[in-house]
């Protein structure tokens, strides 16, 4: 899961990098006349459905925020991965970050695209089970007894 990893947390760097994440959505509405690709049309349900929500932030010591990024980027991926490439062959720089560089990597890369929805899963269910052992942990130390229930047994 490394690889694919790196993958989601280079394109959560990139996407939330300077006026990216604006820029992909202009690109995305935008006729190709103009130099966008018209993906979808401004304010209809395709167009809520992949840009209503910013992507998240990854950090290291969190599991969860992995597990938000992958359920993030599942339904988007087909669209952001043109619109990542669209952006970059756009964008003259002269120094391309390498988090776009792995960003666009990991989009071309069929396996990435397969196994980012298998990671999502595997972390959803890994932190609900984690979640749920540490509450019964919790309820399970709760101390002594009541002495009037300790009595009646």
Do not use: N
Not at 72 to 96: F, G, K, N, T
Not at 104 to 112: L, N
């Amino acid at each position: 899961m490394g690889k694919i990893r790196e993958g989601w947390k280079a394109s959560a760097s990139h996407t939330h990098k300077g006026g990216v994440w604006a820029r992909l959505k202009i690109v995305a509405i935008a006729y190709v006349d103009y130099g966008g690709l018209a993906l979808v049309v401004e304010g209809s349900p395709g167009h809520s459905a992949v840009f209503s929500k910013a992507p998240p932030t990854v950090m290291d010591t969190r599991p969860a925020t992995d597990q938000e990024m992958a359920e993030w980027l599942v339904p988007r991926m087909h669209i952001l991965s043109r619109l990542i490439e669209h952006d970059l062959q756009r964008v003259h720089d002269v120094e391309e970050s390498k988090a776009a560089q792995l960003s666009r990597q990991s989009f071309a890369d069929e396996a990435f695209r397969i196994r980012v929805p298998i990671c999502d899963e595997v972390l959803r269910r890994a932190l609900h089970r984690h979640r749920g052992g540490q509450m019964r942990t919790r309820t399970s130390r709760r101390g002594p007894r009541c002495p009037a229930f300790s009595a009646r047994r």
